[in-house]
């Protein structure tokens, strides 16, 4: 049984749906009470307040009405006065005055004609309506507004008007003989003023809309100077009766000549009256209108802060992006604009910057110049509010790039803005596309749902990491992602083969040498995208491996197919092996100096004698007939009449060696369709490889038996994973400290660990998660681990447990505490046996008064080191470009003096890289984190730039996709011969695919103070031999007495030499001539000599051995450079380092080729029997 008290009763009638419908029937015999509740408007008066005054529509909707009232009254006045005779007088019979007949005389003033006008029944009907209905409302609205001042209700200007010009209407009602009387009607053009401006306030409330504070004072200003006028119009007119009798346009015509300053004098007034008018109008038009200019100028100025706004018309018609920044810097917007602007496409976009700081002078001064004042809007404003989206009009953006700002003190902070930043506009235009840069990789997870992002923290490691195994990968990229105007086009090259005679400035062909020629004509080289089907490039590789056809197309145009990506696939492939067949739905990404659609192709006849002698080689200069010749805008690229050689073709033949040993074998034709039986896959759980057998028990002990698998601890979330080389188990922590033993180990520095290879060391001021992408490229699963780099970190500040548990699981990776600016510290850490330093931008000195100066304390490190370690490869990267004119700074080198010269040159010109040809730079010794603000740029016009960086990069690794590695030329490499012939080689034998060339050579420099160094030793040895040292002719005379001839002697060793020489007792001749050999020694003693008698000093301290202290090992007389796609009769030179895109070797082993052994070999090997964790 259900208890009946604890069912639910039913609804009562009126909450149920069918007596909605239907009807309440039984609501009368319901004892509940209706209850109505009021706002404060149960009283008549609340109730029409809130019809007039407090409701924005009705309210607007009185507004208007009554500004209609005043302005209809208005047309009534000028109706009137064209119908008035002022001779007929007819106010004048009816007060029984016979004034029709009186002539105006000099001195005297007839009053008649201004007191009383010609007023028509119907049009006296029509004002006295108005006059009335207005005198009502004015009077309805001071009730509804009184608040206990009646007197204030009283004064105010509008009402004392109001009644000026009803209350005489509502008079002649009943006294009909007033109803000629004159009445000042036009006054009512001030309270249309009024109720116009009461009306646009009452319209922004309605639509709510917050108003223009420029609009309105425009209004305000504008109407002031019409009732100005018009009353001086109206009352000149009407006074003028009784004088001149003139009509209303003459009136217009004199007011315009009086206010306008100009004043012909054909038409004044003549009776006292209206010349007092004029004075009183004048009066007050001084008086009111500065006011009013005032406000609008001011209004105008911080209008000009703010920036006001984007029009919505121009933003529905014309495109535009959005830049979204906390703080605008010139060398920011620059290099927004140069890089923005660079593309033809993108001519006719606007650029609307939103930045919440005011204008800065010198982006002002820059905004001003009509390149781009015309394409460059500035607004004020914060990207976290929707009124200042909606003013940058972000809903019609096609996109919009949202910066951090790096030099802040809080790096997370910025980047908790630039979330925040990410977030509002994502939430505002959700289809407005978004490039964002973040700084720190762990803040990167919160803006997945951007379209593209860039981590400058992943990027920067990942360039510094692979700068140590594969040397000037940043200058590589940093060449790739900047785009080029041409000016580094082979131009000589295009004249003559095109017979054009034009000639341009080309930084390239300025250069005054061979290297900067052909150093800037390769870094004009950039990525471009194209569809196989479509491109004349690589159409009729369809069918063929992608070897076949990157080789070919080389060959025959001069471009470098590095990638494709499939049509139903969104990865990018960057060099999938011989085994990939290209189809025609393809993507194909290659290098080049142009893209393909702004080329023009023509055919070169076959035996042309006159071009014979041009097309022959000549040099590494000299360009062949089938390298790419482009400029920008169309191209001219010349096509050989001969065919494609097939897969049994013939091959190259190896040039005789004049008597040394007999001919090697060719190198073998590229194949159409890779051989399976030649490319066995790789097995990750027996790995074999042709170089590398059982490890040795000493291997063993030293811990070379390494596992292959995915880290087991990331540091942050969104890390890609890598197949890394990993440690059997995890290192403890007290391990992994380098200078300090424990119960493992009792090492405590680095010589004693007794490494095979060696060190790369990172300075950097804390273990901020972004350093693990330094430790992961480095231990990529494709590196040979019989050529990985012990990595030592010294760090300013001690790591936490979080990265100490990420880095525990490689091998070889230990940390120190301390700091670069101690000697000790860097000795202990094994500096004088790195391979590399790489020094880190300090977050804590980002941040200066002075923009440029936040690289000043990394700079000044370099220099030390680059003076005490003069052998040593510095890696660093700076936060401003134009402070790597400071890297290796060296004041009286004559050379580094040419270089300036030549940037500054460059960057009078426009140029976007000026700083290409210093040598720090172009070694890939330096490089600057702006040009990741390039890389985002880049990704509107080429969405595929970041992904193909990340992918050269090691960041993310996609599934039979290639990796970026370098090989060596050796003298047994030589024989190659041309960059062509090594194309060939290298797709035929091990399906890489070379994308550059990394060159050094000997720097052939006038004599410097930091070059020479002169040791005791050998003065020793030529004094005695006159012969001998006549030879040395780079050295000067050291047995002068003339000072002039030692201009690297220190005045204080000499100093310091002469005090000891006067100190020293003189018992025998034995120990004078001892005295005056050390003084000898000291006056004959460098700077370079100095420093390193100090680290051996310091080295001696420390317990350490000096032998590995080389103070006389100078590399500064040499220069490195890179050449980006070089054309194919390239000379390699020995010591060439080629970049490679490597096949994944998960998917694709090569086959061993020729049992010589040689370099090709050596950077193939793989780890064997190693075991595996997946």
């Known amino acids: 049984m259900v208890d009946l008290d604890s069912e639910v009763p039913p609804l009562p009638p009126r909450y149920r749906f069918r007596d909605l419908l239907l009807g309440d029937q039984g609501w009368q015999s ?74 105006y005389t000099p001195g005297t003033i007839d009053w008649s004609p201004i007191i009383w006008v010609n007023r028509s029944l119907p049009l006296w009907g029509l004002q006295v309506s108005v006059a009335v209905i207005s005198l009502f409302e004015t009077l309805l609205l001071s009730y509804l507004s009184y608040k206990g001042n009646i007197w204030e209700q009283i004064l105010r200007i509008p009402f004392l008007l109001e009644i000026i010009n009803a209350v005489p209407f509502i008079i002649t009602i009943f006294w009909p003989v007033l109803r000629n009387l004159f009445i000042p009607v036009f006054l009512n053009c001030w309270l249309a003023k009024h109720a116009l401006e009461n009306m646009i306030n009452d319209l922004h409330r309605a639509i709510q809309r917050t108003q223009s504070a420029m609009f309105n004072q425009v209004l305000i200003l504008i109407s002031t100077l019409l009732c100005l006028i018009f009353t001086c119009i109206c009352g000149i007119q009407h006074l003028e009766r009784a004088g001149n009798r003139l009509t209303l346009f003459d009136s217009l015509y004199f007011c315009i000549v009086t206010f306008s300053t100009v004043g012909f004098g054909d038409v004044t007034p003549k009776i006292w009256p209206s010349k007092l008018l004029v004075v009183i109008m004048i009066c007050v038009a001084l008086v009111v209108l500065p006011i009013q200019f005032e406000q609008l100028a001011y209004l105008w100025m911080e209008r000009q802060k703010s920036g006001g706004n984007y029009s919505r018309y121009r933003a529905q018609t014309e495109k535009h992006v959005v830049l979204c920044v906390s703080s605008l810097k010139i060398d920011l917007l620059m290099d927004f604009l140069n890089e923005f602007y660079a593309h033809p496409r993108l001519q006719d976009y606007y650029v609307v910057i939103l930045c919440p700081t005011e204008m800065d002078a010198q982006v002002r001064r820059v905004l001003q110049i009509p390149m781009w004042s015309q394409r460059v809007i500035y607004l004020q404003g914060s990207a976290l509010k929707d009124q200042d989206l909606l003013r940058a009009k972000m809903d019609n953006a096609e996109a919009c790039f949202i910066l951090s700002s790096r030099c802040e003190v809080d790096r997370t902070a910025a980047d908790h803005q630039t979330i925040l930043r990410a977030w509002a506009v994502k939430d505002f235009a959700p289809n407005c596309p978004l490039y964002v840069q973040i700084l720190k990789p762990e803040n990167k997870f919160h803006i997945k749902f951007a379209d593209h992002v860039v981590c400058e923290e992943e990027f920067k490691y990942a360039m510094l990491a692979l700068n140590c195994i594969c040397p000037a990968t940043s200058t590589l990229i940093t060449l790739l992602v900047h785009t080029s105007r041409g000016h580094t086009a082979p131009w000589e090259a295009f004249r003559q083969l095109t017979g054009t005679k034009q000639t341009l400035n080309r930084e390239s062909q300025q250069s005054p040498e061979q290297w900067q020629k052909m150093y800037g004509r390769c870094s004009g080289n950039e990525v471009y995208h194209i569809s196989l089907e479509e491109s004349t490039f690589f159409a009729e590789y369809e069918g063929k491996s992608f070897t076949y056809a990157s080789f070919h197309a080389h060959k025959k145009f001069g471009v470098c197919l590095i990638g494709v990506r499939k049509e139903d696939n969104k990865n990018i492939l960057l060099n999938p092996g011989p085994r990939y067949i290209m189809s025609s739905t393809d993507i194909c990404f290659y290098i080049n100096i142009t893209k393909e659609e702004n080329s023009a192709f023509k055919k070169q006849e076959k035996h042309r004698k006159t071009h014979e002698s041009k097309l022959s080689y000549h040099g590494a ?73 059982t490890p040795s028990d000493d291997e063993v002990s030293a811990g070379f038996e390494y596992a292959k698998g995915y880290p087991p601890y990331s540091p942050y979330i969104g890390s890609s994973p890598t197949f890394c080389h990993l440690l059997h188990e995890k290192v403890p922590f007290c391990c992994l400290r380098l200078d300090k033993g424990c119960q493992h180990n009792y090492y405590e520095d680095a010589k004693a660990y007794g490494f095979k290879n060696k060190l790369i060391i990172v300075a950097a001021e804390t273990a901020g998660n972004g350093l693990y992408n330094f430790i992961v490229p480095l231990r990529a699963y494709y590196r040979p681990k019989k050529e990985l780099n012990p990595i030592v970190l010294l760090l300013d500040n001690p790591p936490d447990m979080h990265f100490l548990d990420a880095i525990c699981w490689f091998p070889m990776v230990y940390y120190m505490v301390g700091s670069i600016d101690n000697l000790d510290d860097l000795l202990r850490c094994g500096v004088t046996f790195a391979a590399n330093m790489v020094v880190v931008d300090k977050e804590s000195t980002m941040s200066a008064e002075e923009d440029y100066m936040a690289d000043a304390k990394t700079i000044v490190n370099v220099q030390t080191l680059f003076r005490l370690f003069s052998s040593l490869s510095i890696i660093t990267e700076l936060t401003h470009p134009a402070n790597m004119r400071f890297m290796q700074f060296r004041a009286k080198d004559c050379y580094s003096l040419a270089l300036s010269k030549l940037e500054k040159k460059e960057r009078e010109k426009g140029s976007n890289l000026a700083f290409m040809f210093r040598l720090p730079f172009a070694a890939g010794r330096v490089f600057s984190i702006s040009m990741l603000d390039t890389l985002l740029y880049q990704s509107f016009v080429k969405d595929y730039m970041i992904s193909i960086t990340r992918l050269l990069l090691g960041l993310d690794t996609t599934p039979g996709s290639g990796f970026l590695c370098s090989m060596k030329i050796t003298e047994e490499d030589l024989w190659i011969r041309t960059y062509a012939r090594l194309y060939q080689k290298l797709c035929s034998s091990t399906g890489d695919i070379p994308i550059g060339v990394y060159r050094t050579e000997s720097q052939k420099l006038t004599t410097s103070e930091s070059q020479i160094s002169i040791s005791v030793e050998e003065w020793e040895d030529t004094k005695d031999t006159k012969d001998q040292f006549s030879c040395r002719g780079n050295h000067r005379n050291s047995t002068s007495s003339d000072q002039s001839d030692h201009p690297l002697l220190r005045r204080k060793s000499m100093q310091w030499a002469r005090r000891l020489s006067r100190r020293a007792p003189r018992h025998s001749a034995k120990t004078a001539e001892k005295i005056n050999q050390q003084r000898m020694n000291l006056y004959r003693r460098s700077e370079r000599q100095e420093l390193a008698e100090l680290v051996k000093n310091r080295m001696k301290h420390l317990g350490l051995s000096p032998a590995g202290y080389d103070e006389m090992n100078d590399h500064q007389n040499t220069l490195s450079y890179i050449l980006i796609n070089p054309s194919p009769d390239t000379r390699l030179e020995l010591n060439d380092i080629v970049y490679l895109i490597r096949p994944d070797p998960l998917t694709y082993v090569p086959n061993a080729g020729p049992s010589r052994k040689n370099s090709f070999c050596n950077t193939l090997g793989q780890d064997t029997r190693e075991e595996t964790q997946l």
């Open 621 to 693: 200069s000299r360009l062949p007939v089938h390298s790419i010749i482009a400029s920008m805008g169309t191209v001219a690229i010349d096509l050989q009449d001969t065919g494609c050689r097939g897969a049994s073709g013939a091959t190259l033949a190896l040039p005789a060696e004049g008597g040394k040993e007999g001919r090697r074998p060719s190198i073998a034709p590229v194949l159409e369709v890779a051989d399976s039986s030649s490319l066995p896959t790789c097995d990750l759980l027996s790995d074999q490889s042709e170089d590398e057998t």
């Open 30 to 103: 319901d004892d509940r009470v209706q209850v109505e509740f009021y706002m404060n408007e149960n009283t008549f008066k609340e109730r029409l307040k809130l019809f007039f005054i407090k409701n924005q529509r009705s309210s607007l909707r009185i507004r208007l009405f009554n500004f209609s009232l005043k302005l209809l009254s208005c047309f009534l006045y000028i109706v009137r006065v064209l119908l008035d005779d002022p001779t007929q007088g007819l106010g004048c019979k009816e007060l029984n005055r016979s004034c029709s007949n009186q002539n």
